[in-house]
């Protein structure tokens, strides 16, 4: 481990009394080493990951870390703070501050070693030793491993007797628990956590086994291990991986930090659900198929449609902030200025301050610049998702070259997806380190870029376009009963998970139209935003109309869900759903179809993205637009006091089971 920490990187007398100061002081010292090649692109990285939840941790320790491409090697810096300096633990401030600093593709060997640093800073004789220590070079070596404490390890062994001895006595095996640890970067929470679950059980005399899915890969928890639990916990803040393999047990779900500090209620909270029969419900969707040998490369298969649907979804999510300022500007272009308004001259060329012409012209022609943005960001980001900074450059080149041989959104699609698989095919092979610092921005960015525009252009791009122009002409020439079945199925996704995954890919499809809209493309739009306000504007008056049906906290639910409706918040009735998913998510479902279909056969149309009531003005065909919503919303109502009036308990059931789960816990739990 030498590699990772000299005397030179530590400070034992930091000055510092903010957590970017002393991140900046710490990371100037690893500039000073040539371990980092970019100190303010560095520091950017490191307050994006503390963007994502704080560093501090009970006891006085701060961990500030993150992958970053202006890192060479990876690497350690540790600062000693005499005031102590806020990181965001929930004890105080932190006078023990490690910097840690892993490159982009950071190989799994120093990767395990900065985990095994993680899991030892859960230990208080070793920080106890951080504290006393003088001389920088002893401090690192510490920190290295070569002066481990003497008595932690027979400690622990103590422990593990005194368990196995208590047990033996009472003549019954010991409480089982697995569990997984997981966090965003997987460097330093992920261990941290695993350890303190490990020490809170063997202090209650449970056993606990923990699985880290961290960067350094994860090896899967033996099937029978799981088996013999009595229980699970999950300590993550990122996706469990292969969840199905713990269906049938209880369940405690938290975030990583929880499990660093706060072990033993988790331990205690998985032995009451434990006594009352209480089992987690995770679907056979959950399940994955893949094969699998425990080395995590099996379960990076299993997950490939998770991990798809997350590069997508990444995309989307950053194109969308495109699509809602260029497509409420032209939206309102239209509005002052007429459609024929985008036929107009530049303004640059010709602009009258007095003529509304002039600014409705100038109002569509930004929301253009704006929509000029929306294949190559889309494709951009969804490389990103898939291989980080890198793939910006290949993935918004890949974006620009699809809209150059006219491939549109679909384009723009697999221009992401190969920029980021090339990117990532990269950083898979072995470089010498004194290239590791250029290969990100330099190396990458030229090969990849030139690969994907060679595939864009000469191989999947002219394919691609006939298709989307296919699809184009699909759209235009919806009528009748294609147009009322699209309605039906846009609805019905929009409502089924109310901002989930399905919800996500009907209002994605909707709004990738409207980078080349057409009549067809705007008409789906406007089918999906009628079909999106329906949910929580039936459970608003479902409240209202049917007051003893619900409970007060879901009656005071429903007051909000007016506004939240009426703005296309179809989150709005989650509340609901999660109380009485059988009763409630099949009405929405139904008053959503009626409506997306209602919006088809109207031939409603919308240019703006989102915005619910505030843009009917600005829709095609309004009245009849807003009929759709109501009807929809009306069938919605009806089913819903309907079911739930057939079975009165419903309401106190649902408030009584939700109030048996702890603050913490995220999933659903039936005995």
């Keep these: 481990m030498s590699e990772l920490i000299t005397a030179e990187l530590v400070d034992l007398d930091l000055s510092a009394t903010t957590k970017d100061a002393a991140a900046r002081s710490l990371a100037e010292r690893m500039v000073a080493a040539h371990r980092v090649t970019d100190l303010d692109g560095f520091l950017a990285d490191v307050a994006a990951r503390e963007a994502q939840m704080p560093t501090g941790l009970d006891g006085g320790i701060g961990i500030p870390h993150c992958r970053s491409e202006h890192v060479n090697a990876p690497t350690l810096a540790f600062g000693r703070s005499a005031a102590g300096i806020d990181f965001g633990a929930a004890d105080g401030p932190a006078d023990l501050i490690f910097l840690i600093a892993a490159p982009a593709g950071a190989d799994d060997d120093h990767l395990t070693i900065l985990s095994g640093l993680a899991r030892r800073l859960m230990d208080p004789e070793f920080t106890a030793a951080l504290r006393a220590g003088t001389d920088p070079a002893a401090v690192a070596a510490l920190i290295r491993g070569e002066e481990p404490a003497e ?23 010991p409480f089982r628990i697995v569990a997984v ?14 350890e303190s679950l490990a020490a809170a059980g063997r202090a209650e005399g449970v056993e606990v086994t923990v699985e880290t899915q961290g960067s350094a890969g994860f090896k899967k928890l033996d099937a029978g291990v799981i088996a013999a639990a009595d229980a699970v916990i999950w300590a993550h803040d990122v996706e469990v991986r292969e969840k199905a393999r713990f269906r049938g047990k209880p369940l405690v779900d938290v975030g990583v930090k ?21 089992v987690a419900a995770v679907s056979e969707a959950d399940d994955d198929r893949g094969s699998g040998d425990g080395d995590g490369s099996g379960a990076d298969h299993a997950h490939f449609g998770v991990r798809l649907r997350t590069y997508l979804m990444s995309g989307v999510s950053y194109m969308v902030p495109f699509v809602a300022a260029g497509g409420l500007l032209i939206a309102l272009s239209f509005a002052i200025g007429g459609y024929e308004i985008a036929s107009a001259k530049s303004v640059a060329d010709h602009f009258v301050w007095g003529e509304a012409d002039s600014w409705a012209a100038l109002l569509n022609q930004i929301g ?12 951009g980001y969804i490389a990103y998702g898939m291989a980080d900074r890198p793939a910006l450059v290949p993935g918004f080149v890949g974006g620009s070259i699809a809209l150059t041989v006219n491939a549109g959104f679909l384009g723009g699609l697999v221009a992401g997806l190969l920029a980021g698989a090339v990117v990532m095919a990269i950083q898979r092979v072995p470089v010498h380190a004194t290239l590791r610092g250029i290969m990100p921005v330099l190396v990458i960015p030229l090969i990849a870029s030139a690969v994907v525009g060679f595939l864009m252009f000469i191989v999947v791009g002219k394919p691609i376009a006939s298709l989307q122009n296919a699809l184009t002409d699909w759209l235009n020439g919806l009528s009748g009963s294609n147009a009322v079945i699209l309605g039906v199925v846009l609805g019905l996704m929009m409502c089924f998970d ?11 499809f909707a709004v990738g139209g409207l980078a080349d ?8 739009m406007a089918a999906v935003m009628a079909a999106g306000m329906v949910p929580p504007l039936a459970m608003a008056l479902a409240t209202t109309v049917r007051k003893k049906l619900f409970t007060k906290t879901e009656r005071e639910n429903g007051r909000a869900a007016w506004v939240l409706g009426a703005s296309f918040i ?3 009735a989650i509340p609901f759903a999660a109380a009485d998913p059988l009763r409630v998510i099949p009405s929405v479902m139904a008053g959503g179809a009626v409506t997306g279909a209602l919006s088809m056969v109207f031939g409603a149309t919308l240019r703006a993205p989102h915005g619910g009531v505030f843009v009917v003005p600005l829709i095609g065909e309004p009245f009849l637009y807003l009929l759709a919503i109501a009807a929809g919303t009306l ?14 308990a419903a309401p106190d059931a649902a408030g009584e089971a939700g109030a048996t789960g702890s603050d913490d816990s995220r999933v659903t739990v039936a005995a």
Excluded: Q, W
């Design 368 to 379: 253009s610049a704006a929509f000029a943005f929306l294949v190559p960001v889309l494709a």
């Design 151 to 173: 008595e932690h390890a027979p400690e622990e062994e103590r422990a593990e007797d005194t368990e196995s001895e208590t047990a033996e006595a009472t003549g019954s095996a």
């Design 181 to 194: 640890t997981s966090c965003p970067t997987g460097i330093a929470h992920t261990y941290m956590a695993a």
């Design 498 to 508: 109310m901002g989930g995954p399905l919800n996500k890919v009907a209002y994605a």
């Design 570 to 572: 179809t989150e709005g």
């Design 517 to 524: 809209p057409t009549d067809g493309s705007l008409k789906v």
């Design 258 to 278: 929880a499990g660093i500090n706060r072990p033993a209620e988790l331990i205690a909270e998985a032995r009451r659900k434990a006594e009352r029969g209480e």
């Design 635 to 648: 069938v919605a109502t009806a089913l819903v006091v309907l079911l739930k009036g057939a079975r009165r």
